[in-house]
């Protein structure tokens, strides 16, 4: 169990878990997970970590087929700047390694942003903590867990 399923569960919230082989020779984790799953990269998200006017950081979730807008995510928000988080930086807020950063559980909480195509869709698919591991859930599930917003930050 990791601590992006002990949220959803904690929170009663309806999700299913979804586990498939990783293939450490994958060029993107993200499309990786679609393939395997047999969903569409439009709806299986990455979970992003920026730092924001050198003082905050925060997370972008997009499509693993897109890439983040950093003018966009920074205005969302509410900063001037944003450039993506240095691994180390990732690891030790989050909790995760990277290729298994969730938006759930992480040991620090941060201003979360969610590309607003998630709307699309009944569900979307996240990280659920660990390299071949995946949560589905929601949109407005994940948002309120985070405590996020919907914006578009995604190119």
């Known amino acids: 169990m990791t601590p ?13 878990t979804h586990e498939y082989e990783h293939d450490s020779n994958a060029e993107s ?4 997970a679609a393939d395997k799953m047999g969903v ?11 730092y924001l006017d050198q ?4 997370v972008g979730l997009v499509p693993v087929s897109g890439m983040l807008n950093m003018k966009r995510i920074a205005k969302a928000a509410g900063a001037k700047k944003a450039i993506m988080a240095d691994k180390h930086d990732v690891e030790r807020l989050t909790g995760y390694v990277l290729g298994g950063v969730s938006p759930l559980g992480q040991k620090k909480r941060l201003k979360t942003v969610i590309d607003i195509s998630a709307e699309d869709f009944a569900t979307i698919f996240v990280s659920a903590g660990r390299r071949g591991l995946e949560i589905e859930l929601s949109p407005a599930d994940l948002k309120k867990l985070t405590n996020g917003m919907f914006a578009e930050i995604s190119e």
């Open 4 to 16: 992006a399923i002990n949220t959803a569960k904690k929170a009663k919230i309806k999700f299913n």
């Open 29 to 32: 984790y993200g499309i990786e």
């Open 40 to 50: 569409s990269i439009l709806q299986v998200f990455k979970t992003l970590v920026v």
């Open 55 to 58: 003082k905050n950081f925060a």
